[in-house]
């Protein structure tokens, strides 16, 4: 019953930011840590960000780190990756997962997450 749904995208060039929004339903929000992973044409999918249930720890990889910044909203249901400085090689479709889990801690790995929504494309412009 877990439905999430992404918006925010666009188009954007270089240097430009964006915030995307994923809007969480179907269970208890807080339950839930969340990750932003994208991916590009020919490329595997990867992390970008992590955020833990309760929003005190956070995660990203060094290709985002000082760009990217994620958060949450427990009160709105609501995780944000706010994008700064944004680069071509940033251009993907954009997913938001959950993951249920008893532990207020990140997970880096796509493979525990068992809810993710639909996408967001973000394209950068050089």
């Known amino acids: 019953q877990v439905q999430l749904v992404e918006s925010g995208g666009g188009l954007v060039q270089a240097g430009g930011s964006l915030r995307l929004s994923c809007a969480f339903s179907g269970r208890t929000f807080s339950n839930y840590r969340m990750g932003w992973f994208r991916q590009a044409p020919g490329k595997e999918r990867e992390i970008v960000a992590a955020?833990?249930?309760?929003?005190?720890?956070?995660y990203s990889p060094e290709s985002v780190k000082g760009r990217f910044t994620i958060s949450r909203d427990n009160a709105k249901n609501t995780v944000f990756l706010q994008m700064n400085s944004l680069k071509p090689e940033d251009t993907a479709l954009y997913y938001c997962?959950?993951?249920?889990?008893?532990?207020?801690?990140?997970?880096?790995?796509?493979?525990?997450?068992?809810?993710w929504g639909q996408g967001t494309q973000v394209t950068v412009s050089s």
């Open positions: 997962a959950a993951d249920y889990t008893r532990y207020d801690n990140t997970d880096i790995s796509p493979n525990a997450y068992g809810h």
């Open positions: 955020v833990s249930k309760s929003g005190g720890k956070t």
